[in-house]
């Protein structure tokens, strides 16, 4: 089976999508063919749309905007359903990441992908919600299983599993195993290096500018 793994994070490098990525073709191994396709920008490309025609089962991983799928995303979706009859059926599964520690806060942007599916005549297997997605760029040195992201390593074996046969499944989600309150500190301190580096100072963190 051909899996088109299409990377939908308007980051060019170093994303949370790429790195899930990443994961999910090293439980592939020879069990199936995955053709990558990024997909940063608000259109789609003659190549991707013949990629597309190739594979049989797309998988659409991208970061959770504001509860939902980044703005650039629904335009490539509006342009691939108008393409529909190109394409036949295909099954969808979305693979969702979020800055949360819970991977439910990313179901309404599942949803979202999963509608668009169905108006679009393809078949809408499922999605996987991953919470703790900003810590996932620095746990790229560990391998499948290790924890902390040992929960997520599964579900991408289980979404595996599911694309390979063909299967609908109800969304689901996993998350860093972390306890909230240090994921938490982690990421202020992440959010503090970022104000030192840019020449603010830690305090600054959620200063309110007077208007």
Same mark, same amino acid.
């Given at each position: 089976?051909?899996?088109?793994? @299409?990377? *939908?994070? /308007?980051?060019?490098?170093?994303?949370?999508?790429?790195?899930? @990525?990443?994961?999910?073709?090293?439980?592939?191994?020879? +069990?199936?063919?995955? $053709?990558?396709?990024?997909?940063?920008?608000?259109?789609?490309? $003659?190549?991707?749309?013949?990629?597309?025609?190739?594979?049989? *089962?797309?998988?659409?991983?991208? /970061?959770?905007?504001?509860?939902?799928? /980044?703005?650039?995303?629904?335009?490539?979706?509006?342009?691939?359903?108008? +393409? #529909?009859?190109?394409?036949?059926?295909?099954?969808?599964?979305?693979?969702?990441?979020?800055?949360?520690?819970?991977?439910?806060?990313? $179901?309404?942007?599942?949803?979202?992908?999963?509608?668009?599916?169905?108006?679009?005549?393809?078949?809408?297997?499922?999605?996987?919600?991953?919470?703790?997605?900003?810590?996932?760029?620095?746990?790229?040195?560990?391998?499948?299983?290790?924890?902390?992201?040992? %929960?997520?390593?599964?579900?991408?074996?289980?979404?595996?599993?599911?694309?390979?046969?063909?299967?609908?499944? &109800? #969304?689901?989600? *996993?998350?860093?195993?972390?306890?909230?309150?240090?994921? %938490? *500190? @982690?990421?202020?301190?992440?959010?503090?290096?970022?104000?030192? +580096?840019?020449? +603010? #100072?830690?305090? &600054?963190?959620?200063?309110?500018?007077?208007?």
């Amino acid at each position: 089976m051909r899996i088109a793994l @299409i990377n *939908a994070s /308007p980051k060019v490098k170093e994303s949370a999508s790429g790195a899930l @990525i990443r994961d999910f073709r090293a439980c592939v191994h020879e +069990k199936g063919e995955c $053709e990558v396709i990024t997909m940063n920008k608000p259109t789609i490309t $003659e190549e991707i749309v013949e990629t597309l025609k190739s594979c049989e *089962a797309w998988v659409i991983f991208y /970061p959770v905007y504001v509860d939902g799928v /980044p703005g650039h995303i629904l335009s490539c979706l509006k342009a691939l359903e108008e +393409k #529909k009859n190109d394409f036949g059926q295909k099954y969808i599964y979305a693979v969702s990441n979020c800055g949360f520690h819970d991977g439910r806060q990313c $179901e309404p942007s599942i949803e979202v992908i999963g509608h668009w599916s169905k108006r679009a005549g393809h078949v809408f297997g499922g999605g996987v919600g991953i919470g703790g997605g900003g810590a996932l760029t620095a746990l790229l040195h560990m391998k499948p299983g290790d924890k902390p992201k040992s %929960k997520i390593d599964k579900s991408l074996a289980f979404l595996l599993e599911n694309i390979l046969e063909q299967k609908i499944f &109800d #969304k689901f989600y *996993a998350n860093v195993s972390l306890p909230r309150a240090i994921y %938490k *500190a @982690i990421a202020e301190l992440g959010w503090g290096n970022s104000l030192v +580096k840019n020449g +603010k #100072k830690r305090k &600054d963190i959620g200063f309110t500018p007077k208007i």
